[in-house]
Nanobody, 115 residues
């Protein structure tokens, strides 16, 4: 198991940027896959982006070209750079770590995109 703590959420303006961070309690290099999910009010949690140990990334179509997932192995931290924000990006964002058959989740960080 791994403990995850997200930060960096808050209020963003349409067209603006926010960067989310997810600090892990163990070496991020040892985690098979890390991901960002989000859950908007009244909707199911959805996958936003994933990154593997080797650095391969995948994105949901809704954020492709606007969001970038990355990680800093030295800091054991996962990031989500969110650019060109839209009101529909408003949600609670969660990071997830997959280690073997076990998944660990953070507590979430709220992102609100509004003018």
């Amino acid at each position: 198991q791994v403990q995850l703590v997200e930060s960096g959420g808050g209020l963003g303006q349409p067209g603006g940027s926010l960067r989310l961070s997810c600090a892990t309690s163990r070496s991020i290099f040892s985690i098979n896959t890390m991901a960002w999910y989000r859950q908007a009010p009244g909707k199911q949690r959805e996958l936003v982006a994933t990154i593997t140990t080797g650095g391969s990334t995948r994105y949901a179509d809704s954020v492709k070209g606007r969001f970038t997932i990355s990680k800093d192995n030295a800091k054991n931290t996962l990031y989500l750079q969110m650019n060109s924000l839209k009101p529909e990006d408003t949600a609670v964002y969660y990071c997830k770590a997959s280690l073997g058959v076990f998944d660990s989740w953070g507590q979430g960080t709220q992102v609100i995109v509004s003018s």
